[in-house]
């Protein structure tokens, strides 16, 4: 079975052209190991001219935006029981989705997809210098990161503005409630970076 993949375009301002790949070249994408495809896509971006980058962000771009957000986890899904809660593998998976999309620069999107992590904290406690301190603060960051995206998504026209700022609107909402009911259990909160990128910002 042969799939599609963008051809070269030396002209930057055009769309990225598809065809199909061969046969031979499928087999080695479908069977050498996530680690070796992630080493082929470096070696052949970083050994490329800089429209074929371009075309690889494109099409990033365009995949990622139509791909749906999946349900989020449940708490018992995201951190392990007590004694000390721990970050799960379904954590993590929620922080690779939202950094693909955001290194796509899908700013709103990504923020989306760490959305239910934020509201999670809101109804959890934990101790200082805990894992889920520590894993809160890496949240802390990538939601941060996303926002340096939403912000151009924001001076966008239309559709994509809009989205970008019922997103933030609903990031602001989660953040003003987390750090009410963490002051009320005597907590830090967690979202310190986020929020001050997020004040700068005018919705």
Aim: charged share 20%; net charge negative; with cysteine.
């Amino acid at each position: 079975m042969n799939h599609v993949s963008p051809t070269t375009n030396t002209n930057p301002g055009a769309q990225p052209q598809v065809r199909h790949v061969n046969l031979m070249v499928d087999t080695i994408i479908t069977n050498v190991a996530s680690d070796d495809i992630r080493t082929l896509v470096r070696a052949l971006l970083s050994s490329s001219p800089a429209h074929v980058t371009d075309q690889f962000c494109s099409l990033a771009k365009s995949h990622l935006h139509h791909m749906p957000i999946p349900p989020a986890p449940g708490a018992l899904e995201l951190f392990t029981s007590d004694p000390e809660p721990t970050p799960t593998p379904a954590f993590e998976t929620v922080l690779a989705r939202a950094r693909a999309r955001y290194g796509a620069g899908l700013g709103s999107s990504s923020i989306l997809v760490l959305l239910p992590i934020v509201d999670l904290a809101g109804s959890i406690q934990w101790r200082e210098g805990s894992a889920v301190e520590d894993a809160l603060s890496i949240v802390d960051c990538d939601i941060a990161a996303a926002l340096l995206h939403a912000k151009e998504e924001l001076a966008q026209q239309g559709e994509t503005a809009q989205e970008a700022r019922d997103a933030l609107t609903r990031l602001r909402s989660s953040l003003e409630i987390v750090e009410e009911k963490v002051e009320d259990w005597g907590g830090d909160f967690p979202f310190e970076r986020s929020q001050d990128a997020l004040t700068s910002m005018q919705l």
